[in-house]
């Protein structure tokens, strides 16, 4: 029996000045399990891979980050003059430098949270992951698309290259995007499993300073809408500036997951969501055109009306169709894919 594959076999890992950097050697085949709803089944009939936000993940702990609140406190602290510490009183109708020092820190993580700056959709290395047809294919009812790996880097980095023209198409707020090349477009990585988070400190107290200013120009009696944008050009500025790093930052945050998921061997395509940049949250999603399926499996308990509606629409596109069905061993079985059409 050949040994199974696992996603490390794909790439290489090298580390320089503390961060971690991916060789991908070559793609593997991408799986992504679903359950039978409109939106799947138009997907799969539109060639389209749709992907959102990890704040909207089912996991609230996935992409989750870790910040040392004395940290943030203490700079703050440090920042408050006498005068400001007035004005913020008034400000936020609070009476102790403890009040103030806390609504600051809550408007630093309200609009710095880097996990609705992207969004996310998942694959597996593996179509035969009985847990992920029982979590991901509503208990093997769903069904599992196949995708080449290098086609879906390739649709990838257009949607993102798309996205970013259209965050300079609407840019309102006159963002510099000048140092942005192609090489901070890379939208397709596998996740590495490591137990912690990822401590972002350092990225919220170089914010402080934004946030310091927005208060001081409410304090001047500039309106909220005023400020608030003033704000936002700013906090976003800065983080074009430094979007290289910021990628690798947010690799680090989606691309980690504790060892525990290992067995997902998980892949996972991004790129901006330009919501954001509108101020639109209501649909914090991504779309990926041009995805054509390679091949199309069927959960072993897929009820016979949706087993009809996929492989019509399998033999339309004209990709092949598999059953998976649970073959038994003395003291095991494996789910393995039948070929139907």
Not at 138 to 162: P, Q
Request: hydrophobic content about 35%.
């Amino acid at each position: 029996m050949s040994k199974k594959l696992l996603s490390s076999d794909y790439y290489s890992k090298k580390r320089e000045n503390g961060v971690e950097y991916i060789n991908i050697h070559t793609f593997p085949i991408l799986y992504k399990y679903q359950s039978i709803s409109e939106y799947s089944l138009h997907n799969f009939e539109a060639d389209e891979v749709w992907g959102t936000v990890p704040t909207a993940f089912n996991d609230p702990y996935d992409c989750a980050v870790c910040f040392t609140v004395s940290k943030l406190h203490n700079v703050i602290r440090s920042n408050l003059t006498e005068q400001r510490l007035r004005n913020y009183r008034s400000l936020f109708n609070v009476s102790s430098k403890k009040e103030v020092t806390e609504q600051i820190v809550n408007s630093i993580l309200e609009n710095n949270d880097i996990r609705k700056q992207y969004a996310v959709a998942c694959f597996s290395i593996y179509n035969d992951s009985e847990i992920m047809w029982g979590h991901y294919a509503d208990s093997a009812k769903g069904f599992c698309l196949a995708y080449d790996g290098r086609n879906l880097m390739e649709m990838a980095h257009a949607a993102k290259r798309a996205a970013f023209d259209l965050l300079k198409e609407i840019n309102i707020f006159g963002i510099d995007f000048s140092d942005i090349s192609d090489d901070n477009l890379i939208s397709i990585m596998p996740v590495i499993y490591r137990n912690g988070k990822i401590n972002i400190t350092s990225r919220l107290i170089d914010s402080i300073p934004y946030i310091l200013n927005y208060c001081n120009d409410l304090c001047d009696g500039i309106s909220i809408k005023e400020a608030y944008n003033r704000l936002f050009q700013n906090i976003k500025q800065k983080y074009y500036s430094d979007l290289g790093a910021n990628n690798d930052l947010f690799y680090s945050i989606v691309c980690r997951k504790d060892r525990v998921w290992n067995y997902e061997q998980e892949w996972r395509i991004w790129t901006y969501n330009s919501n954001v940049f509108s101020g639109n949250f209501e649909s914090p999603y991504m779309k990926i055109c041009n995805t054509k399926a390679t091949a199309v499996y069927l959960g072993e308990k897929m009820p016979e009306y949706t087993r009809r509606v996929v492989m019509e629409i399998a033999k339309m596109k004209g990709i092949p169709v598999y059953q998976m069905k649970s073959v038994m061993y003395a003291h095991n079985y494996k789910l393995k894919p039948i070929l139907l059409q």
